[in-house]
């Protein structure tokens, strides 16, 4: 043992003596090369991370004073008074030629103004391209010149353990670098909300990075860094990312439509475990499986059936039913896609066109004053989406755009079912439900083929 200790001392120094370089007179000098470092790829991609400020306004703790409508109009009090606040988080330019920058939808959401800080301190208000809380991104644009952007990398290829760096502005101190390696992928349930399949990472993210940049160590943008677990809402080595693919497959889709427009292909799923695998008689270990497949739907029209299991879709990998909800809920409607399955002992390739969401056509909805610029009409009894609910419910038939009901999360086509984890079935019940909610209310809603939990406050 001993003697293998000498060898390796003796092979070390001598590594150590061929990397430092020596002076004219024989002095050895430090040689910050022959150090490692991940220096080069940060300040390659620095200049693309900005900070972001925002202004919201937050109504002010009740009052008993202010439900007085005599002390009010004396005092020529708002209905609601409000107070100003400022909160801040990070964002990334993903295209210098037209500004665009990538943040999450929490870091800007219900914004008055947003305000982005370039890495050499040049500030501009932002332009909010676009939202979508479902993934919870966000498009912001700033007309500037000699930007920097950083390139799209390919979150699909990330293998967990390879090495990350996330950059953004932690608390608000300013830029900050911190390191990591990917700790697991396709993470799911950590919203109630979302079409997620986030990447986490134990590099650290505090408050304030919501927004920035998860890199590898090319440079690329693999993620955009979103979430974080901890007692105390700092970092304790998990944080969480939303993939590059995700975001700018949101992107895309925001810049075209100014939202994301999800459709429907007509099935239930859950995740694939061992018991199901043997229940459906596959040796698949991972997959959706799909539990129900509803009539009329392009998964009906296309062959697919109850005990099928989904493992790829367009030629890539299908982890989870979070996984395929996550990109199927990124396809336009009327694309086709390609599936493979699992069906017993077989595999089989499926094609199949995403169609739009189930809408009752031509009719005008009522708007509610509760929430500005949505509209809703009852189900009607006997009707295919009575069925599927099993009861009634409403069908949102219009948003107004840039609204607060826009904001928040509301899109044409979705079918409100519940308040709170209370049932809905008439507006009058969704009335009463949110009129009695006092610091805010959950609405549950079925978009496309998926159950979405809205939060408004």
Known sequence: ??????????????AWTLTVPHAAHGQPQPSSRALPTLAPVVSKVTPAVVNISVITRSPIEDNPLFQDPFFRRFFNLPDRPQRQEQSVGSGVIVDAARGYVLTNNHVVREAEKIIVILEDRRQFEAKLVGTDPGTDVAVLQIQAQGLSALPFGDSDQLEIGDYVIAIGNPFGIGQTVTSGIVSALGRTGLTPEGYEDFIQTDASINPGNSGGALVNLRGELIGINSAIIGPSGGNVGIGFAVPSNMARGVMSQITRFGEVRRGRLGITMTDLTPALAREFGVSARTGAAITAVQPGSPAEKAGLRKHDVILALNGRPIRSSGSLRARLGLTPVGEEI?????????????????????????VEGRVLQQLPGLAVVEIERGSPLFERLQGGGLVVTAVKRGSRAHQVGFRQGDIIYAVNRRRVQTIADFQGLIGRARNGFAVSLLRGDFQVTIIVR
Do not use: H, K, W
Not at 1 to 14: A, K, N
Not at 343 to 358: K, S, V, Y
């Open 1 to 14: 043992m001993s003697r293998f200790l000498g060898l390796y001392l003796i092979v070390l120094m001598s």
């Open 338 to 362: 390609e599936l493979r399955i699992a069906r017993g002992d077989d595999e089989l390739t499926i094609r199949t066109r995403i169609a739009a969401p189930q809408a009752l056509a031509g």
